[in-house]
């Protein structure tokens, strides 16, 4: 029978590593680089979504445009195709 410290499936032998105590300031200085990277994100975000609507906007402009350009041509070449010598 296998012991507790043997890992399911494998024919290895892990020793558990008792867990190491965190000091109190490295504890610390990771919430707040986790809180700061949060609160930074947030302002990000805030100041990219107005650009990226406005980008949008933009986008959705030049495709009717391009969509109805695309429109005409295809208009045109179908009336320059209709002849009699086809």
Known sequence: MRSANWVSGSDTLFTMVPPVAVSPLIKT???????????YGKQRFDYLKPIAEEE??????EKKLREE??????QLSEAN????LK
């Open 29 to 39: 200085a990771r919430w707040s680089a986790l809180l700061f990277g949060v609160f």
């Open 56 to 61: 949008r906007k933009v986008e959705e402009a």
């Open 69 to 74: 350009q695309e429109r005409i041509y295809k």
């Open 81 to 84: 195709s209709d002849t009699i």
